[in-house]
């Protein structure tokens, strides 16, 4: 007998939670049920494992909350009335309408996600930027990984992480800023871990709390919080005054080492050490040690990005790769390791920052080439980019945007400083908020909502940190009434169009056939790529060039690595820039007042705000709730005993949770995870960086005091 746990399929996908993008099969059972989730054994990034995120996934497709129908407002405001798709789409048309005829084509902004297919990304840009036309358009992506995509450009002339995993196998120091992956990509973790087993190489970790990759360290700093800059600019300085560069790739493949050079020359050890709290010698030693290493590389993720210096700390990391003759070559490489699933995707083709596959709107030739191949006049797209999610929030709250359009993503739980995001929303004349859940926190202030099918209900794309297009394919029809996210636009594309006819591909692969046009002769050229063969190689790193295919090139030798030839970066003259970045002091620090460091994080089962994994038993079970990591010292002097409730207090506002008291914060600190609504975002302040307009989650100062409430 089959029972209802025995699975009699196996279908092919890519985990849709983090940026590692395992390859991840779902087996459903006789009646077409998800019933189980295994990694896939051949595939190059998770060789047949997952983490605890993936191997839950298949109960996410039935989770509590999912949405399942159209809901639209009703008149007396306090309830939704389920409504067919076309009444939806022509209330959403008619309101974009009114906003733009009344305020001004850009009052109405969208704001997506990391989470949907690149084919979606792709058509919501196209819909966008040349049928609605608002310039304010971004994705939550400002949240996590905008610093990275500013510091790339600005070192090496475009976006785009030039290494790869398998650089693990290859390196001889591996340096981690800001990045705990143990918790946040598991599996990139077992991949460095068994790569270090074999090869030895010394894992250097720049935290200021000992994480749990922290722990398995050779060198531990703790560094002051929001100080990365300083510590990189004494590196380089040691590196400089010993004559430890590589000063022939310098020579060859860089511009403004001089300028860079007179700046770092004012980090001496000593005086640095007083800013970023590494003494003098051991930043010597980790000068040493990285520059000697025949192959150096540095990964980071959010202690880098979350911060007010988050561009300068990418570009920071680039100089020193830079300065070592650290780029393009095994084991040596900068490598931002990304958050979302997809955030890569959007970062290629979403049009948020600029035009699809890294072209920018203010580029005429860009504007013409996308226009004509669109068929939209180029005098129709803006000729800068419009606001970021950041300063859209702002701009809602001053009223210049009346109208917003939430594409997966949940800025109640997500943004800093919710109390003002809170006001915002009040504000806004038109909300639609298009979900797989309809119980999101943001559906408070919703007029519309628009179920979409999740990840493994569709077929498409994503790309992971490495450049690897992998692909997903439907398990199952969608839940509900609930329908994928590029039918939703092609919908309202037909509406909006108002006869310009621009053409609307319906299938995903007509979809990334547009896509592998528009990349020919780009650095994310994907033309030699196609969905049988994506699957059959269990994804592929780009570039893979219609060129690779005629010189019969295996897909894996496409684009394992980036500026691996001379004279190859971005810049209109091939070289990598080195750049001077004096360090300015300009975060909230802790005072009288606010004694404590406030640092936020993430947890290894839970995934961002929660919408999905907080429904999931065997993930949420481990960590239902949020609490504050405490130094027992500073417990001690504040009477504060293990597992009580305390309350946490910031210039902005307040939140109760448990204290767990641990030696993992220092006595000037405490930890509290950002998944939980209503809770640390209450307090973070989110100041911006000047480049990438992320803000600097990490670094807040805040008080505690003790309370009996729970
Ligand atoms: Fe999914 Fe990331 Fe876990 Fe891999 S490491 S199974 S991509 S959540």
Redesign the pocket.
């Known amino acids: 007998t089959i029972t209802d746990k025995q699975v009699v399929k196996w279908t092919y996908s890519?985990?849709?939670?983090?940026?590692?993008?395992?390859a991840?099969e779902i087996g459903s059972n006789a009646d077409g049920k998800p019933v189980a989730s295994r990694?896939v054994g051949g595939a190059d990034?998770?060789r047949g494992?997952?983490?605890?995120?993936?191997?839950f996934?298949h109960e996410v497709f039935e989770a509590q909350g999912r949405g399942e129908i159209p809901l639209l407002r009703g008149a007396a405001q306090q309830s939704f009335d389920a409504v067919g798709w076309d009444q939806a789409f022509d209330k959403m048309a008619a309101e974009i309408a009114r906003i733009q005829a009344q305020y001004g084509r850009d009052a109405f902004a969208i704001v997506s996600t990391g989470q949907i297919l690149t084919e979606e990304f792709y058509t919501l840009g196209k819909l966008a930027r040349g049928v609605i036309g608002t310039n304010n358009y971004d994705g939550n992506t400002t949240l996590c990984m905008a610093s990275a995509v500013s510091g790339y450009k600005r070192s090496f002339g475009s976006d785009g992480p030039p290494g790869c995993y398998e650089d693990f196998e290859h390196t001889d120091c591996l340096m981690a800023w800001g990045s705990n992956l143990p918790e946040q990509?598991?599996?990139?973790y077992w991949r460095m871990k068994e790569a270090q087993e074999k090869r030895g190489f010394p894992l250097i970790v720049v935290d200021p709390r000992v994480t749990m990759l922290a722990q398995n360290a050779d060198i531990h700093l703790p560094i002051t919080p929001g100080t990365d800059l300083v510590l990189q600019n004494a590196l380089i300085h040691v590196i400089l005054a010993e004559g430890l560069e590589d000063k022939a790739y310098i020579e060859a493949n860089t511009n403004g080492f001089e300028a860079m050079a007179v700046e770092v020359a004012k980090y001496d050890p000593t005086n640095a050490a007083k800013i970023c709290g590494i003494d003098e010698d051991t930043i010597r030693t980790v000068a040493r040690l990285y520059a000697k290493a025949e192959r150096a590389m540095s990964i980071w993720t959010m202690g880098i990005n979350q911060s007010t210096h988050g561009s300068d700390g990418v570009v920071g990391i680039n100089n020193l790769n830079l300065v070592t003759g650290n780029i393009g070559k095994p084991g040596g490489t900068s490598l931002s390791i990304t958050g979302q699933?997809n955030a890569m995707g959007t970062r290629e083709w979403s049009s948020c920052s600029g035009l699809p596959g890294y072209r920018a709107l203010e580029k005429a030739e860009d504007r013409e080439e996308i226009g004509k191949f669109w068929g939209v006049d180029p005098e129709f797209f803006p000729k800068q980019r419009g606001l970021t999610e950041t300063d859209i929030f702002p701009a809602i709250e001053t009223g210049q945007i009346k109208g917003l359009w939430l594409v997966a993503t949940n800025p109640m739980t997500s943004m800093p400083n919710t109390a003002r995001i809170r006001k915002a929303f009040e504000k806004l004349e038109f909300l639609v908020v298009q979900d797989s859940f309809a119980d999101v926190e943001t559906m408070e202030y919703a007029h519309l909502f628009l179920p979409a099918a999740i990840w493994a209900e569709k077929e498409g794309t994503f790309t992971?940190t490495e450049r690897r297009v992998n692909i997903t394919r439907p398990i199952k029809q969608a839940f509900g009434q609930s329908q994928s996210d590029l039918w939703i636009f092609n919908q309202l594309a037909k509406r909006f169009d108002q006869g310009r006819r621009i053409e609307f591909p319906e299938q995903p692969e007509q979809v990334f056939e547009e896509m592998k046009f528009l990349s020919k002769g780009r650095l994310m050229d994907v033309s030699g790529m196609n969905y049988a063969l994506i699957e059959a190689n269990r994804g592929i790193q780009w570039p893979y060039t219609e060129q690779h295919v005629e010189h019969g090139e295996r897909p894996k030798a496409g684009g394992v690595r980036l500026y691996t030839e001379p004279r190859t970066f971005r810049h209109p003259d091939g070289k990598a820039k080195l750049i001077a970045l004096p360090f300015i002091d300009n975060n909230e620090v802790p005072d009288e007042q606010f004694p404590f460091w406030l640092n936020t994080g993430r947890l290894v089962e839970q995934?961002h705000t929660r919408t999905r994994t907080g429904k999931i038993g065997n993930n949420n079970k481990f960590s239902p709730t949020a609490f504050m990591e405490i130094n027992p010292d500073a417990a001690i002097e504040l009477g504060i005993k293990h597992q009580s409730y305390v309350r946490v207090v910031s210039r902005r506002g307040d939140a109760v949770v448990m204290a767990m008291l641990t030696q993992r914060v220092p006595k000037n600190m405490v930890f509290v995870p950002f998944h939980f609504f209503d809770c640390v975002n209450r307090l973070t302040l989110g100041l911006l960086d000047p480049y990438s307009r992320q803000p600097a989650f990490k670094q807040a100062a805040v008080r505690i005091e003790a309370t009996d409430q729970v």
Not at 14 to 22: A, F, L, M, R
Not at 185 to 188: A, E, G, M
């Open positions: 890519t985990c849709g939670y983090c940026s590692t993008g395992c991840i990694g990034v998770n494992k997952l983490c605890v995120k993936g191997i996934e990509h598991p599996i990139i699933c992971n995934f």
